[in-house]
């Protein structure tokens, strides 16, 4: 399966963005799927996943009641609503799937099989 990151783009900050992680070449529906972002010199953060049911969503400290992840089946599609942006936001944002039907650690990097190339997200002060 094939993704593709969209949606980042520079922002103020107080403000909102949405990221698409769209699959091609395989289906969505039945894998976790995640999102991370990367800032220049740093590693690579978790944010949020859901689990491949849909039932089961984390999000990591830093995010939580900011950011929403949800996913939409027949568009073969996740998102990740972001609201009340601030400047140490700014990151390449990145979206992960695990493999069909795989559970287990949500929030590591090398838990994740598929990838996304990243979608830049800049948040001015």
């Known amino acids: 399966v094939q993704l593709q990151a969209s949606g980042g783009g520079l922002v103020q900050a107080g403000g909102s963005l949405r990221l698409s992680c769209a699959a091609s070449g395989g289906t969505l529906s039945s894998r976790t799927v995640g999102w991370f972002r990367q800032a220049p010199g740093k590693e690579r953060d978790f944010l949020a996943s859901?689990?491949?049911?849909?039932?089961?969503?984390y999000y990591a400290d830093s995010v939580k009641g900011r950011f929403t992840i949800s996913r939409d089946n027949v568009k073969n599609t996740v998102y990740l609503q972001m609201n009340s942006l601030q400047p140490e936001d700014t990151a390449v944002y990145y979206c992960a799937a695990k493999r069909r039907y795989e559970s287990g650690v949500y929030y590591s990097v090398s838990s994740y099989n598929y990838w996304g190339q990243g979608t830049q997200v800049t948040v001015s002060s």
């Open positions: 859901i689990s491949w049911s849909g039932g089961a969503t």
